[in-house]
């Protein structure tokens, strides 16, 4: 099937911005989410965003989305060592009973 | 608050031996899905159904069977397991298809073939 693509890792210092990119596949996703999954645990809900909206900001998550280019963006400000973890972007598609398609998953290491 | 439980956490097989995972929910959801996670490659979908006595393949089914015989629960078995199945199994559910509606996951199901 087509990718769902994001970079594998990013590594940041405490305190800075971090900024995570995707680029989906299926111009007609209703809904684009970010998923955020600790080690040995499952994938837990970050934050979600309408394709009717460019930007959607909850607390430290900011979620711009560049509906055009089919680009995703989440950026998380003021990153600290409990952030470290991996980070999957994901679209609903229309078919496979709406089944989440992720990308691969980029690591996020924040440093002290 | 159980949501999506998976059974069992870990397991060891030998090539050649079958096993079931178990997923059950407690959110009355219609969908489920079973996923793989490997290194590199981030979750595939192997399996899923759209509600109770209805399942359909997804991308990786081959070499899996599934079953959805109670709402509440989609069992995925390896008939005859193989090193490529070493892998983390995750399964979700949704309470539908449609909207802004979160996928649930389990903990994982650690599985080796050796």
């Known amino acids: 099937g087509e990718d769902v693509e994001q970079s594998l890792f990013l590594s940041v210092r405490e305190g800075d911005s971090s900024v995570i990119n995707c680029t989906y596949t299926d111009s007609s996703s209703t809904y684009l989410y970010w998923y955020k999954q600790e080690p040995g645990a499952g994938l837990q809900l970050l934050t979600y965003?309408?394709?009717?909206?460019d930007m959607k900001q909850d607390q430290r998550l900011t979620v711009l989305l560049n509906k055009k280019d089919k680009h995703l963006s989440l950026r998380i400000a003021d990153t600290q060592t409990g952030d470290s973890a991996i980070y999957f972007c994901a679209e609903r598609k229309g078919n496979s009973g709406y089944a989440l398609n992720f990308g691969k998953g980029t690591s996020l290491l924040v440093t002290p | 608050n159980a949501g999506v439980t998976q059974t069992p956490k870990f397991r060891v097989l030998k090539t050649g031996q079958s096993m079931t995972l178990l997923c059950a929910q407690d959110m009355n959801h219609e969908y489920m899905y079973w996923y793989r996670q490997d290194p590199g490659m981030g979750l595939r979908l192997i399996h899923y159904?759209?509600?109770?006595?209805?399942?359909a393949k997804g991308e990786v089914p081959d070499g899996y069977n599934v079953s959805r015989l109670k709402k509440q629960n989609f069992l995925l078995g390896l008939e005859s397991a193989a090193p490529s199945q070493t892998s983390v199994y995750f399964c979700?559910?949704?309470?539908?298809?449609?909207?802004?509606?979160?996928?649930?996951f389990g903990q994982g199901t650690r599985l080796t073939v050796v």
């Open positions: 159904s759209v509600g109770e006595g209805t399942t």
């Open positions: 965003i309408f394709s009717n909206m």
């Open positions: 979700a559910s949704s309470s539908s298809g449609t909207g802004r509606t979160e996928a649930f």
